[in-house]
């Protein structure tokens, strides 16, 4: 049974871990002393257009500014009559003005001497969809939904009651729910950001607006779903929110949640702190005695793939491909677990058989399918890297 196990006992630290029998295959680590901006709201003011960046800096609180390029400033923010263009094409000096307020949202937290990204394509995330208030043109379904059932959810989503100039994405946990559930999830989305725009109204930036869920609340909402047979909590006033939450949002899942008080720290009963000590080496060891080597650059990730003492197999060839599978599954699995993005490049055990090659190729594929980021993949080239 697949299982979603928060651990709150720490002061500073909050896990989530999401297990399959007593296999980790997700994990989230927040900080409680660290504070996260990522997915926040806030009341920013121009204070800087640089026009050879195409982009404003913008205040929105904390020291470092934020980043805004003009890609991500929508059209309720300017003038279009200002527009004065080389080439039809709007220039940012044009659009914007110092001291100007705007709504931003922030896209990627601060990193080392960069400031956060930010945008004014505000998008507020729900159980069942994204409502994107700011964005007319977004809307749809996830790209994770089967062709099957796209069809059918873009007839729902027609009978949705959306505002003009607002546009809506159709969630995986969208999937064969009522128009009545959506339309409850949208009337929720679309009061959240009435508040939000009642605070803008009465403050003057910089101010945050609206703060993103805890991670607890994140959780339940991105991943509780029909697969997770229970919900195990082990602190009593996490456990007491999580379930105000549940009630408030999916009451039919409920029964599924649970208060652990057992002596035995949760983590351990489950086996899994050692799997996560894991996510953060350098090395992790393959079931046929081969390993994966992760290294970080300012570029990319690095995977490499060793065969090592690896023995299954009865030629090179067939210990290659033993040892490339394995390493696909453990790949895809610690991706989640350090929660790595950006360009990973692997080099897998030269292989000889193009077939061989295309089965590591759809093993990686298939092990990439429940991660929640949306993942291209290449092929195997000539050089033996994906």
Do not use: H
């Amino acid at each position: 049974m697949k299982r979603m196990l928060i651990n709150a006992t720490q002061p500073e630290e909050l896990r989530v871990a999401l297990v399959d029998g007593q296999k980790l295959y997700d994990l989230d680590i927040e900080n409680r002393r660290r504070e996260r901006k990522q997915g926040n709201v806030y009341k920013a003011k121009v204070i800087r257009i640089e026009p050879s960046l195409e982009a404003a800096f913008v205040d929105f609180g904390p020291e470092k500014r934020g980043f805004l390029p003009l890609k991500d400033i929508a059209p309720q923010n300017f003038d279009a009559s200002k527009s004065t263009t080389e080439g039809g094409r709007k220039q940012i000096q044009d659009l914007l003005k110092e001291g100007q307020e705007l709504i931003v949202q922030v896209e990627k937290e601060e990193r080392g001497t960069k400031g956060a990204a930010v945008t004014t394509f505000v998008s507020l995330a729900g159980r069942y969809m994204v409502l994107m208030p700011t964005d007319p043109r977004a809307g749809g379904v996830s790209r994770r939904v089967s062709v099957r059932d796209r069809s059918e959810l873009r007839e729902t989503l027609a009978d949705l009651d959306i505002p003009s100039g607002m546009g809506v994405i159709i969630r995986t946990a969208g999937v064969g729910r009522s128009a009545e559930e959506l339309q409850w999830d949208l009337d929720y989305l679309l009061n959240l950001w009435k508040a939000i725009l009642d605070a803008s109204e009465t403050e003057s930036a910089p101010k945050l607006l609206y703060a993103e869920n805890n991670l607890i609340l994140r959780a339940i909402r991105d991943y509780l779903g029909k697969d997770i047979g229970e919900l195990t909590i082990d602190n009593q006033s996490a456990y007491d929110e999580a379930l105000s939450f549940v009630d408030q949002v999916m009451p039919n899942y409920r029964q599924r949640v649970k208060f652990y008080d057992e002596a035995i720290p949760l983590f351990t009963r489950y086996q899994i702190e050692s799997q996560i000590a894991s996510a953060f080496n350098r090395t992790v060891k393959l079931p046929s005695g081969g390993s994966v080597v992760f290294d970080p650059t300012e570029a990319l990730m690095a995977i490499d793939i060793n065969s090592a003492r690896a023995t299954k197999g009865a030629d090179i060839e067939e210990t290659a491909l033993t040892t490339n599978l394995e390493a696909a599954e453990e790949v895809a699995r610690q991706l989640r677990l350090r929660d790595v993005g950006g360009l990973i490049v692997i080099d897998f055990i030269d292989m000889s058989s193009t077939e061989n090659q295309k089965t590591v190729e759809n093993t990686m594929r298939n092990a990439l399918q429940p991660d929640r980021a949306r993942v291209q993949i290449g092929r195997i080239s000539q050089f033996g890297l994906m």
